[in-house]
């Protein structure tokens, strides 16, 4: 391993648990450690844990664990010389993409995790706290309370508000002081916004918005036509090599400060399924790769009104719509509404997976001038039993008061 890793992950590295597993296993976890300092604190805590119970498991019981996969592993043909011990490269991928058994291999990792992250969650359910996720979105919407989150209605209610104060302006000082109050943590808070919505900066928290990365999309989609234009690139996967090296820079954005934050808006942008043209996909890619990898306790997320997409626009290959078609730029209410209706169910699943989240989250879901709220939260979050019209005000003093500011 010649990339730097916790003492903990190398004492293990060190005594040879990698090379004792199945190969395809252990090049892909030394394939995703090998860039650790990229690697936010909650995914190196997370290989830790992993790497850590399997050393200290009984050699038998992890054997045994690992023999479906040791046999697929067999029946693919994999050996030293198709896949060398501790290298996980695109030649790894190809195989493992053509070979006959790959369902079959795919189906005994997720097995394998299904039975090693239940014991991992444990531990993380233990050390659970209140957390807080705001969901916003803009006054334009087409609909009221009535057909918003039409999707998550069997797991909330609705509660109404009493007054026209915006919702974002009040709640997003909870985040505030929940970030200062916790600034020891850098990514225990995050603000993501498809627009211009949100604070740009607050101490102590991670502040990611579509709009003001608009230098850097700009320079991404150029770099990308000149990259598939001019250079011999393969596929995808060739194309994604050189597409690592096209780091923010400090005048693209403020989070270009710190590497990880770096790596991780470069990833999102890049991530092919439109995060670099459709603003609300952005929020949503970010929200979602937030909790997957950092394990936020404070989120707000803001999501806006996306353009129409223009006809021919060539939006699968990265082609910025503004410069590549002369049609006047046009909002799309309704479309953005649809979207959004898929894009709450979604994020709220993803939160939900993971044991940091269930059972200690309260969920508040606005629209900007709204008449009402959708609440998800445990039994003891009172503001989620309300039964008469509520003043943000007090909405403000519940979610201080749940996560103990």
Do not use: C
Not at 52 to 69: C, I, M, N, W, Y
């Amino acid at each position: 391993m010649s990339g730097k890793v916790s003492p903990l992950l190398q004492r293990v590295i060190d005594g040879g648990l990698f090379d004792r597993l199945p190969v395809t296993f252990g090049t892909y976890a030394f394939d995703q450690i090998k860039e650790w300092d990229l690697l936010f604190p909650a995914e190196q805590s997370y290989f830790e844990r992993l790497f850590g119970l399997l050393d200290r498991s009984e050699a038998k019981r992890v054997e045994e664990l690992f023999a479906p996969l040791r046999q697929i592993e067999q029946k693919m043909g994999v050996n030293e010389k198709v896949w060398p011990k501790r290298q996980f490269s695109l030649d790894q991928v190809d195989f493992l993409n053509r070979n006959a058994h790959y369902p079959e291999w795919r189906k005994a990792v997720a097995d394998l995790f299904g039975r090693l992250d239940p014991l991992l969650e444990e531990e993380i359910a233990r050390k659970g706290r209140p957390r807080l996720v705001v969901v916003s979105s803009p006054a334009e919407l087409p609909v009221g309370p009535d057909r918003m989150w039409t999707r998550l209605r069997e797991y909330g209610r609705v509660v109404a508000l009493e007054g026209q104060e915006s919702a974002l302006a009040r709640l997003t000082p909870v985040a505030e002081l929940y970030s200062a109050k916790n600034a020891a943590s850098r990514y225990e808070t995050w603000l993501i916004d498809a627009g211009e919505s949100l604070p740009a900066a607050v101490a102590g928290a991670v502040s990611v918005s579509y709009a003001r990365l608009a230098r850097y999309r700009s320079r991404l989609m150029q770099e990308v036509n000149r990259l598939v234009n001019s250079e011999q690139i393969r596929g995808p996967r060739q194309l994604a090599a050189k597409l690592k090296e096209l780091k923010l820079s400090a005048a693209e954005g403020e989070v270009a400060r710190d590497p990880v934050l770096a790596e991780f808006v470069r990833a999102i942008l890049l991530a092919g399924n439109g995060t670099l043209l459709v603003n609300n996909t952005f929020a949503e890619w970010a929200t979602v790769q937030a909790v997957r990898r950092a394990r936020p306790s404070v989120v707000l997320v803001w999501f806006g009104i996306r353009n129409k997409v223009k006809p021919f626009s060539s939006l699968l290959i990265y082609a910025d719509q503004e410069q590549s078609n002369p049609i006047p730029t046009q909002m799309d209410t309704l479309g953005s509404y649809v979207d959004l209706e898929v894009f709450y169910q979604y994020v709220w699943q993803e939160f939900e997976k993971y044991a940091e989240y269930r059972r200690n989250t309260v969920y508040l879901f606005l629209g900007e001038g709204m008449d009402g709220m959708f609440v998800i939260a445990p039994p003891d979050f009172s503001l989620g039993s309300a039964n008469e019209p509520l003043k943000m005000a007090r909405i403000v003093e519940q979610a201080k008061d749940w996560l103990n500011l």
